[in-house]
């Protein structure tokens, strides 16, 4: 398989992520067909769920979090925050972990926090935990810091990162507007039965597949924070259901009962799906993160989107970057990369008051 390039099939990939076509209902909806959405930008994952959703606001999504539990972060692929659904942590999280414990600790000893010290602080985030329900990061900042364990800096971030990633905890509720840490037992209950790892490695790449397809080997080992070898095993174990396709790339092949439409949950594809009408996407976007090359949507303007780790909020028109945004004041201002057609600038506006209500909390005036 080759890694996607300037000919990757872009509108396919932009139907799988729910840009065009029939719109998601929840937010469990999105994460379920993302499978996972970057998040150590909670207003990027919250556009992300708008710009594939129908009738939500930000309230909507994080009362999928506080509310019906439906959806939680944690820190999982390549070592980042992301949103998934309830239901598909308990396998996504032992699948893509075990990579991330050596740089967590060689992050704690940067940081002043040695093996002790380290083990105390996940021992005090889980008994406060335990005894006090959902805390912020502030809040077990202080408790760690009571008993005599350095959580200046980026200490305490790793110590959170610790004790995600021996299953612990997650980000569940938003209390007061902050995003509070939780007891996975005591939030998401009971665990299923494990799922063994080749099984695990077979759905990740569906999932990856229904969200992202088409797409290589690399695409799905970069997204998912894996060994390359670990990806072909699942697309191996998944050959029975993908596409015949001339380009190299990997998709799902449409099944008996898919609905006739560019997009399906199922996340089998029409041949020549439409391109999403000009929509505003957020900072860590995810069509920039899921396949080894941003430059299908980027072009040229890669550096003014993407420059020293960040992200930034872009416009996309007929599948390509065509600005960025901000919003100073709660306004969306627009700084396309040259003019846009008065028909693209006049669509831009209207999502932009759409963005607007959405963060406000505000329902659709078209619900």
């Known amino acids: 398989m080759t890694a996607g390039g300037s000919s990757a099939p872009v509108a396919l990939r932009l139907a799988a992520q729910l840009l065009s076509g029939t719109p998601a209902g929840a937010t469990a909806e999105v994460a379920g067909r993302l499978l996972a959405i970057q998040a150590q930008d909670p207003r990027g994952a919250r556009l992300a769920v708008r710009a594939r959703s129908h009738g939500l606001s930000a309230a909507d999504v994080d009362g999928a979090l506080t509310g019906d539990r439906s959806v939680v972060v944690t820190w999982l692929n390549r070592g980042t925050l992301h949103l998934v659904r309830a239901e598909d942590y308990w396998w996504l999280h032992p699948l893509t972990t075990p990579p991330l414990f050596t740089g967590n600790a060689r992050r704690l000893a940067q940081e002043g926090v040695p093996p002790q010290d380290a083990e105390r602080g996940v021992a005090v985030i889980e008994r406060s935990l335990e005894a006090e329900g959902p805390l912020t990061r502030a809040q077990l900042s202080e408790r760690i810091a009571a008993a005599g364990v350095r959580t200046q800096g980026q200490a305490i971030v790793h110590q959170l990162v610790l004790a995600s990633l021996r299953g612990i905890t997650v980000r569940g509720p938003m209390v007061r507007r ?6 996975v037992r005591d939030w998401l209950g ?3 039965a494990p799922v063994g790892r080749d099984r695990a490695l077979a759905e990740l790449a569906a999932r990856y597949l229904a969200g992202h397809g088409p797409a290589s080997d ?7 924070g894996l060994p390359l070898g670990d990806a072909r095993r699942g697309l191996a174990a998944i050959a029975h259901r993908l596409a015949d396709r001339d380009d190299g790339l990997a998709s799902l092949a449409a099944q008996p009962g898919d609905a006739a439409q560019p997009s399906n949950p199922a996340g089998a594809w029409h041949p020549d799906p439409p391109l999403p009408p000009p929509r505003l ?3 860590f976007e995810p069509v920039l993160l ?3 090359s941003r430059e299908p949507i980027l072009g040229p303007h890669g550096r003014l989107v993407v420059a020293g780790g960040m992200f930034r909020p872009f416009a996309l ?3 390509r970057a065509v600005g960025t945004w901000t919003m100073p004041g709660g306004k969306v201002t627009l700084a396309p990369f040259e003019p846009l057609p008065p028909a693209d600038a006049a669509a831009l506006a209207a999502d932009a ?3 607007e209500r959405f963060l406000s909390g505000r329902a659709s005036q078209a619900d």
């Open 290 to 292: 899921g396949w080894s």
């Open 218 to 224: 690399r695409d799905l080992a970069q997204w998912a």
């Open 281 to 283: 996407l957020g900072a």
């Open 317 to 319: 028109v007929r599948g």
């Open 178 to 183: 902050e995003h509070a840490y939780v007891l």
């Open 190 to 192: 009971t665990p299923p």
């Open 353 to 355: 008051a759409e963005v």
